[in-house]
């Protein structure tokens, strides 16, 4: 069925570090992709998306591209901050089931 | 402001009860959603609403019921058959469902606990 995989976390980073968050989904049809964040306590917000191949969503600093030939829809971004922190999940739409989301990779970046 | 209410924040059951979480939508949204987190496991489907009085189970329905009576309001009852309730749970909706560019809203979530 459908799926998606992201990388487990932890991460750690310190302030102004590199992330890279990888996902890959399953390849049926052209789904939609999204990257969703949750801060503690708190419910999901949508950070970015992207609706086909080679599309580029980006947000707050944040960017994946749409990655057709790889399937994936990896999250990055150049300069994290301490206000990053947080969980984020990778998720596809498409099919007939409604949103599918990776288990999450919690980020937690120290000053 | 237009959002979606989840109450309560808190929320103990104890062993045999049956306990209800409330989710309410102002948005207009024609689909609404369950959802359940539990560490390193993600989120995880429990049932969805496409529309009034109608709805579908999710991956992991067993031990939960919901009713969908009014458009604003998607209420899930956990049951005394769920023998593993504690998690948080979050609810979600959406203007349709399966539209290819749709996002969700979610609310606060409800964090529930076995005492």
């Known amino acids: 069925g459908d799926s998606v995989t992201q990388m487990e976390g932890p991460v750690t980073l310190s302030e102004e570090a590199f992330l890279t968050i990888n996902c890959t989904y399953t390849?049926?049809?052209?789904?939609?992709l999204f990257w969703y964040v949750q801060y503690p306590g708190e419910g999901l917000q949508l950070l970015l998306k992207?609706?086909?191949?080679?599309d580029k969503g980006s947000n707050k600093g944040f960017e994946a591209t749409y990655r057709k030939e790889t399937t994936s829809f990896h999250l990055e971004k150049g300069s994290v901050q301490v206000s990053d922190s947080a969980v984020y999940f990778c998720?596809?739409?498409?099919?007939?089931?409604?949103?599918?989301f990776g288990k999450g990779t919690r980020l937690s970046v120290i000053a | 402001d237009g959002g979606i209410t989840q109450s309560p924040k808190y929320l103990f059951r104890k062993e045999g009860q049956n306990v209800t979480l409330s989710c309410e939508q102002n948005?207009?949204?024609?689909?609404m959603y369950w959802y359940r987190q539990d560490p390193g496991q993600g989120l995880r489907l429990i049932y969805y609403?496409?529309?009034?009085?109608?709805?579908q189970k999710g991956d992991i329905a067993e031990g939960y019921s919901v009713s969908r009576e009014k458009k604003e309001s998607f209420p899930l009852t956990v049951t005394s058959a769920q023998k593993n309730p504690t998690a948080f749970y979050l609810c979600?909706?959406?203007?349709?469902?399966?539209?290819?560019?749709?996002?969700?809203?979610f609310g606060s979530g409800t964090q529930l606990s076995v005492l």
């Open positions: 979600a909706s959406s203007r349709r469902h399966e539209a290819t560019n749709e996002k969700l809203f």
């Open positions: 390849a049926t049809g052209y789904p939609s």
């Open positions: 992207a609706t086909k191949a080679d």
């Open positions: 998720a596809r739409l498409g099919g007939n089931t409604p949103l599918v």
């Open positions: 948005l207009n949204h024609d689909a």
């Open positions: 609403s496409q529309i009034v009085n109608d709805f």
